[in-house]
């Protein structure tokens, strides 16, 4: 049996942290899987674009959603006529998946676009000033 690593959320310093310890594992889980290919790359100081290969699919065989801080994905192959001749050689995967990636606090989607096969998300960090507050202290 593989022992869980050691990650710093084990820390008693940091309280509630437990749906962050799944984050990680779900996230853990899913690098594993490499269909279908992508990029994720920093354009410009607050744009981020995560870039799914995605070649045959058309828009209406993909969709893209946000549940709570995950982006998720997905592509739904249509039934598709068998063709007329044998492959060959087939090397490009016909089947469906759903590609997962977990948001950061703050990253918001802007929107989505299908181009060369190539789909495109587009995450953008809205400037966000960091507030300080002061927690009042009671007396019995």
Not at 62 to 84: F, M, N, S, W
């Amino acid at each position: 049996m593989m022992s869980r690593p050691t990650i710093p959320f084990d820390s008693p310093f940091l309280l509630g942290f437990d749906q962050t310890r799944a984050l990680i594992d779900r996230v853990q889980r899913a690098a594993g899987d490499s269909y279908p290919p992508y990029n994720v790359e920093r354009i410009g100081d607050d744009l981020v674009r995560i870039t799914v290969a995605v070649a045959g699919f058309s828009s209406s065989e993909l969709d893209v959603t946000l549940e709570g801080r995950q982006l998720v994905i997905t592509g739904k192959r249509e039934e598709a006529a068998k063709p007329e001749g044998q492959y060959l050689h087939r090397g490009i995967a016909a089947r469906g998946f759903q590609r997962t990636f977990v948001l950061a606090d703050g990253l918001e989607v802007s929107g989505s676009r299908l181009q060369h096969g190539l789909l495109h998300v587009d995450l953008v960090k809205p400037d966000q000033e960091a507030a300080t507050r002061r927690i009042p202290i009671s007396t019995d």
